[in-house]
């Protein structure tokens, strides 16, 4: 169990900073990721980042010191590499800042930020801070040259039922109504803002009234979508994490043992399927979305190619949803990735051969051809000759 103990900085030189997929993810649209600080003086006790892959210490004994919360190697070069990086990749989104207490003292978010603008690199951002806000200027000059997206961390309102239990699970990260503050200054900026309902703990944040206080509480301060998973628990996390229980919420660990018995990584019992189709009914209900938009870059070349993937890949998750057979869930998602990596424009490739121009993309094939036929058709952009694609034609 961690004691408390003072924080330590500790100064990095990290050799690389930008991590790059090779396609962006279909979850939250960035292709690439760089962070400025290791480890999170947040704290939250559910944190996945204790896992064993994603643990940024080798020594630390975690039940006894939790080095994570505590010792935060501050990437003083980050921006530096951040620089030599991006110059050398095709402009995509970057996911990046990182605005715990540290941030205050180093300010190497707000120097990365700077340098995805200088650059033009389009940024997304996922906090439980709103101390994100001081960054708001340079925030404003990235949405004015490209697209700025800031979306925060909230599993639970003031109005939750759990909310003193939660509050003890996420420790130093400030209370969920900053965060929803923050929220509504962005929105007002001209942002894309939302909620990341990420994890949904059973038996704390999956009630019906907390699930539709979050998607409310969003909507009212203009959030524009709330996304969400649940819980999963590895290893050595799984170890921390029954250790506060045991200690602090005791009612709760025969709960979660049976819930995540050794060697699971998700929750054995439960239905996800049901929360998650709970949310869908519950951001259509108050004008919002349960999928993150996909940012437009302002001149993308292949904007018609990312929407149709964004389009394809909200029918995966909608298929997932209901269940549908995992072989069409497999051709619509496979199609979406031929598609990320085609670089034609689509317009062009159908305008030009047709049908036959949709089905000579390898993975795609003459039925997902026709898929994306019709998502085309439905498309005004195929009458604008090539401008970029607005956020507002496609079909809901
Ligand atoms: S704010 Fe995010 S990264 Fe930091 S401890 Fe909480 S869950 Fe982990």
Same mark, same amino acid.
Not at 63 to 76: H, L, M, P, T
Not at 121 to 128: N, T
Not at 271 to 291: M, P, V
């Given at each position: 169990?961690?004691?408390?103990?003072?924080?330590?900085?500790v100064?990095?030189?990290?050799?690389?900073?930008?991590?790059?997929?090779?396609?962006?993810?279909?979850?939250?649209?960035?292709?690439?990721?760089?962070?400025?600080?290791?480890?999170?003086? !947040?704290?939250?006790?559910?944190?996945?980042?204790?896992? @064993?892959?994603?643990?940024?210490?080798?020594?630390?004994?975690?039940?006894?010191?939790?080095?994570?919360?505590?010792?935060?190697?501050?990437? @003083?070069?980050?921006?530096?590499?951040?620089r030599?990086?991006?110059?050398?990749?095709?402009?995509? *989104?970057?996911?990046?800042?990182?605005?715990?207490?540290?941030?205050?003292?180093?300010?190497?978010?707000?120097?990365?930020?700077?340098?995805?603008?200088?650059?033009?690199?389009?940024?997304?951002?996922?906090?439980?801070?709103?101390?994100?806000?001081?960054?708001?200027?340079?925030? /404003?000059?990235?949405?004015?040259?490209?697209?700025?997206?800031?979306?925060?961390?909230? +599993? =639970?309102?003031?109005?939750?039922?759990?909310?003193? #239990?939660?509050?003890?699970?996420?420790?130093?990260?400030?209370?969920?109504?900053?965060?929803?503050?923050?929220?509504?200054?962005?929105a007002?900026?001209?942002?894309? #803002?939302?909620?990341c309902?990420m994890?949904?703990?059973?038996?704390?944040? &999956?009630d019906?009234?907390?699930?539709?206080?979050?998607?409310?509480?969003?909507?009212? !301060?203009?959030?524009?979508?709330? +996304?969400?998973?649940?819980?999963? *628990?590895?290893?050595?996390?799984?170890?921390?994490?029954?250790?506060?229980?045991?200690? /602090?919420?005791?009612?709760?660990l025969?709960?979660?043992?049976?819930?995540?018995?050794?060697g699971? =990584?998700?929750?054995?019992?439960?239905?996800?399927?049901? #929360?998650?189709?709970?949310?869908?009914?519950?951001?259509?209900?108050?004008?919002?979305?349960?999928?993150m938009? %996909?940012?437009?870059?302002?001149?993308?070349?292949?904007?018609l190619?990312?929407?149709?993937?964004?389009?394809?890949?909200?029918?995966?998750?909608?298929?997932? *949803?209901?269940?549908?057979?995992?072989? %069409?869930?497999?051709?619509?998602?496979?199609?979406a990735?031929? +598609?990320?990596? #085609?670089?034609? &424009?689509?317009?062009?490739?159908?305008?030009?051969?047709?049908?036959?121009?949709?089905?000579? +993309?390898?993975?795609?094939?003459?039925?997902?051809?026709?898929?994306?036929? &019709?998502?085309?058709?439905?498309?005004?952009i195929?009458?604008?000759?090539?401008?970029?694609?607005?956020? @507002?034609?496609?079909?809901?």
């Amino acid at each position: 169990m961690a004691i408390a103990r003072r924080v330590e900085f500790v100064p990095y030189r990290p050799k690389t900073i930008l991590n790059k997929g090779k396609r962006a993810d279909h979850w939250f649209w960035a292709r690439y990721s760089a962070y400025p600080y290791k480890g999170c003086m !947040h704290g939250c006790e559910f944190c996945y980042c204790r896992e @064993e892959k994603y643990y940024p210490y080798d020594d630390a004994d975690l039940a006894v010191r939790d080095d994570f919360a505590y010792r935060i190697q501050v990437k @003083e070069n980050a921006p530096e590499l951040l620089r030599r990086a991006l110059g050398r990749v095709p402009v995509d *989104l970057v996911m990046t800042g990182d605005y715990q207490p540290a941030e205050r003292k180093f300010q190497v978010s707000r120097k990365m930020l700077q340098v995805c603008c200088e650059l033009g690199f389009p940024v997304s951002v996922l906090e439980r801070s709103p101390l994100v806000l001081r960054d708001l200027d340079l925030l /404003r000059q990235i949405n004015e040259r490209t697209t700025a997206v800031v979306f925060f961390s909230i +599993i =639970y309102t003031p109005d939750s039922a759990h909310r003193a #239990t939660l509050r003890k699970l996420e420790r130093l990260a400030p209370p969920p109504e900053k965060r929803f503050a923050a929220m509504e200054q962005l929105a007002k900026a001209g942002i894309l #803002t939302g909620t990341c309902m990420m994890p949904i703990l059973p038996a704390l944040c &999956d009630d019906d009234a907390n699930l539709q206080s979050v998607v409310r509480w969003t909507a009212e !301060h203009g959030g524009s979508f709330v +996304i969400a998973a649940g819980l999963t *628990l590895a290893d050595q996390q799984r170890e921390y994490f029954f250790g506060v229980l045991r200690q /602090r919420l005791p009612a709760l660990l025969e709960r979660y043992r049976d819930l995540y018995p050794e060697g699971s =990584y998700g929750p054995v019992k439960g239905n996800w399927r049901e #929360t998650a189709l709970r949310l869908r009914e519950l951001c259509e209900r108050y004008g919002i979305s349960d999928r993150m938009p %996909r940012p437009t870059i302002p001149g993308d070349k292949r904007a018609l190619n990312k929407r149709v993937v964004e389009a394809l890949a909200n029918q995966v998750y909608a298929m997932e *949803l209901d269940s549908a057979p995992g072989q %069409r869930i497999w051709a619509y998602r496979k199609a979406a990735w031929a +598609i990320e990596d #085609t670089p034609q &424009d689509l317009g062009l490739i159908y305008r030009t051969m047709g049908r036959k121009g949709l089905e000579s +993309i390898e993975n795609v094939g003459p039925k997902m051809a026709q898929v994306v036929e &019709d998502l085309l058709s439905a498309a005004p952009i195929l009458r604008q000759a090539q401008e970029p694609a607005s956020s @507002e034609w496609w079909p809901p």
